[in-house]
């Protein structure tokens, strides 16, 4: 099982990116997904996290104006960014809880993407 982040770019400050990070295998059951992010020289932080049950939590620099969503079906997560700011430019990166079929409990970590935006 893994999972694929995708949608980073460049954009300018007021604009919007989506991310979405799919994860992909078989035999297994996704818990909470969530995206987090890493600016050069600072600590890696929440951006959102999504239960199974569309529980959702933002970080507080963020609500209002970010949105995840998730397709069980797809077993997708996205997170859709507007009105973008130079302080959201990071390495976002996506990650999953999920559950195989015999219970087992993984947690997983997909590449970043870089999200970069200028003023």
């Known amino acids: 099982v893994q999972l694929q982040a995708s949608g980073g770019g460049l954009v300018q400050a007021g604009g919007s990116l989506r991310l979405s990070c799919a994860a992909s295998?078989?035999?297994?059951?996704?818990?909470?997904m969530g995206w987090y992010r890493q600016a050069p020289g600072n600590e890696r932080e929440l951006v959102a996290t999504?239960?199974?049950?569309?529980?959702?939590k933002y970080a507080d620099s963020v609500k209002g104006r970010f949105t995840i969503s998730r397709d069980n079906a797809k077993s997708t997560v996205y997170l859709q960014m507007n009105s973008l700011k130079p302080e959201d430019t990071a390495v976002y990166y996506c990650?999953?809880?999920?559950?195989?079929?015999?219970?087992?409990?993984?947690?997983?970590r997909g590449q970043g993407t870089q999200v970069t935006v200028s003023s």
């Open positions: 999504i239960t199974s049950g569309g529980t959702t």
């Open positions: 990650d999953a809880v999920l559950f195989m079929t015999d219970g087992t409990p993984v947690a997983l």
């Open positions: 295998g078989s035999s297994f059951s996704i818990n909470v």
